[in-house]
């Protein structure tokens, strides 16, 4: 008997361990973004005007951040155009950020990818995807530099 109270004390203790470490990674980790940008300064000079913004970052990564808002698409002239855009999976409950039909989108011209900023942190790069009609994504990705230490190692 005290065999099966052990099993059932070790099978609810991994099961309240998983559950938490879904909570942290999922919710606890992010934060809405609450004072929104007006405009957002891309590579090259030009700056875009932000309207209805919605935004995650997170406090224990400077990989997390993704945005959602429109813009002015011809404010993006001149901006410098981001080679390999890869847009990061976002937590499920941020739903106005879809990596998959963006990243089918860029690869298909539909949209187009700049960048923000290179090095916002060490090796990470800010980077814009801008469609015709307004719509914009914002996500941080690793850059070049990281891809090459990675091949490196």
Known sequence: MSGKIIAIFFALL???AGAGMYYL???YYYREVTDPPQSIALAGGPVLPV???RGIYSVSSPLADRACFTTDPAAATGAQVYATPTPLIPPRWFGCFDPAAL???LAAGRATAYLAQHDVAPKIDNVI????DGRAYAWRQLNEEAEE???ID
């Not at 995807?129 to 015709?132: G, L």
């Open 149 to 151: 230490k990675r091949t």
């Open 129 to 132: 995807a801008v469609y015709p």
């Open 14 to 16: 991994v099961l309240v």
């Open 25 to 27: 990674q999922v919710y």
């Open 51 to 53: 309207r209805d913004y």
């Open 103 to 105: 990243t089918e989108d």
